[in-house]
């Protein structure tokens, strides 16, 4: 069997995924103000995480928010779906995913 890269595939539901937590984030009224690689998670069953809030701040302004998607499009458009996989979860298809089901 031909290996296929999903990667053109899966990035739209991925980002679309991250743009979600990043809304919820701003609605609760907090800047997470430190998005980076290593603060974007996805586990095993597909659900994006953002960590790491020790920098965050509470009610931004909209320009504050406008800024912080724009910094999680760079960030996105950057990275490949196995990256955003913790090193505590097994990427999907791999030999450590399959046996943990």
């Known amino acids: 069997?031909?290996?296929?890269?999903?990667t053109?595939?899966?990035m739209p539901f991925i980002s679309q995924?991250?743009?979600?937590?990043?809304?919820?984030?701003?609605?609760?009224?907090i800047l997470h103000r430190d998005l980076s690689p290593g603060n974007l998670m996805l586990d095993d069953h597909g659900t994006a995480s953002i960590i790491d809030f020790d920098r965050a701040t509470r009610n931004p302004t909209e320009?504050?928010?406008e800024e912080e998607r724009e910094s999680l499009t760079m960030l996105l458009n950057?990275?490949?779906?196995?990256?955003?996989?913790?090193?505590?979860a097994a990427t999907p298809g791999s030999s450590e995913a399959e046996d943990k089901t």
């Not at 069997?1 to 999903?6: E, F, G, N, Q, S």
């Not at 950057?78 to 505590?88: C, E, Y």
């Open 8 to 10: 053109p595939v899966l």
């Open 63 to 65: 320009s504050q928010k």
């Open 17 to 29: 995924a991250f743009f979600r937590v990043l809304n919820d984030i701003h609605q609760a009224g």
């Open 78 to 88: 950057a990275r490949v779906p196995s990256t955003f996989f913790s090193s505590d």
């Open 1 to 6: 069997m031909k290996k296929v890269d999903l």
